[in-house]
């Protein structure tokens, strides 16, 4: 029996606390486990966990890498919340970093998650999973940038970019932490494009702006609908037992938080 | 004949010249150019280069490993100058790249730099270029955060951090680089920490601080010789042509600027 989503999840959290940072940190570790901390539903990690399973790999295998998504996704918020790019002094209901550590401390400690993150990935004995998440990176920060600009060409591109990426790398770094060669990737990689659309489409559902903008409440509903289905049958396509990852489809497409 | 350095600055100014950043990267591209066109005297990578073809291995393989090292100092003087850090204007006479693009786009800078700076390490076929990048990454964040929160235990832990750890890395990038064993790195490592105290202390010195706060003038001047000394001997201690190392150490210990 594969692990359901909440037994990945667990893993996913016991790793993210038993994470040792670099000691050269010093106090600067503080900071960052408390972004860790004030973090969320650890949706990629889980993802990776999963394909990486359903792959035929152990998901402890995955977790460095799942950890490493993790910390990508965290530097995110951090530099995000920062004053000169959204200026939130709340996050999930507590202080975001830079309110609660003060603005320098703050921008470092997006880049401590970077970097750790990047140790984290350095882990596997190939740097495909590094490599993969460098690039991934690199795409979210061109998304914000096109965001903070107002200078995206469509609505689309900003959030293949800025939610995209990371949705896609988590599918992509699970496949080389199970050393599935990159021609066998490809519905793989299909399923975790329609999965990062799911995800931004219900995104904006429950904040209703972007696709519910666009495409009007049931127009957005029924592009979710269609982004699951075909992350399905991109399932489907594989010879693997991808319950698990189905299982996490349908909870994407309905959930409310 | 070994490339002499005026002869590898001229290979790492072509990389970096030539470097392909990542597309996806879309806008935010044109910081991080500026920011690497301000750029100085690229020593970390003249370094790497160096020790490279010290260690057998041509110049040119290198170049990966070295222009990572670049974007991370970048990287580390782009947040630096940063209105919440230092707030500086400028950064050699010309607009700082907070300055230059905005305060949001120069944070987003740094990052890209950062994530850029991976990406190229991971262009070696084992992860130990970008791994020992990350963890002396990691140890310059350490040591900005002892900085900018004045809570260092000594300026020698400090020097360490924020200016030994890339120093160090600039020679341990290039043995990775180059395939030496990490049997037999000994004496290279030495050199590095040598070469990393020798550029600070000189550093001290056209300053007018550090060191020279707490040694004197002279002492500060005695303790720079005695380590270009010791670089030097860990030089001697490799059964290698380190010609154009000591070249380095000797112009590093004269430097004027």
């Known amino acids: 029996m594969p692990h359901s989503p909440d037994e990945l999840r ?23 486990r408390y972004s860790l901390v004030v973090g969320g539903k650890r949706v990629r990690p889980v993802i990776c966990c999963a394909v990486a399973e359903a792959a035929g790999a152990a998901p402890q295998a995955a977790l460095p890498a799942a950890s490493a998504l993790e910390l990508v996704h965290t530097f995110s918020l951090v530099h995000d919340d920062l004053p000169a790019l959204d200026d939130d002094e ?12 003060g603005e320098a401390v703050g921008i470092l400690a997006g880049d401590a998650l970077l970097a750790e993150a990047f140790r984290l ?19 979210m920060i061109g ?18 970019l800025k939610t995209g990426c990371l949705f896609a790398a988590s599918v992509g770094l699970a496949l080389w932490a199970a050393d599935i060669p990159e021609g066998e990737q490809g519905s793989w990689r299909a ?21 519910v903008v ?14 699951a289905g075909r992350a399905r049958a991109r399932l489907a396509e594989v010879d693997a037992d991808t319950s698990v990852l189905r299982e996490i489809v349908d909870g994407l497409a309905v959930r409310t938080a």
């Open 10 to 32: 667990a893993l996913v959290e016991d790793h993210l606390d038993g994470l040792e940072l670099w000691p050269q940190l010093h106090g600067q570790a503080e900071s960052v």
């Open 90 to 101: 709340e996050r999930r209901g507590q202080p975001s970093t830079w309110k609660q550590f």
């Open 121 to 139: 990935a350095c882990a596997y004995e190939t740097p495909h999973v590094a490599r993969e998440l460098a690039q991934a990176t690199l795409g």
């Open 143 to 160: 998304g914000q940038y096109l965001d903070v600009t107002g200078t995206a060409p469509d609505e689309q591109t900003l959030h293949r």
């Open 191 to 211: 399923f975790g494009d329609e999965l990062g659309l799911l995800f931004q489409i219900v995104d904006d559902i429950l904040d209703g702006d972007g696709y």
């Open 214 to 227: 666009t495409h009007g409440l049931d127009g957005a509903r029924r592009l979710a609908d269609e982004a």
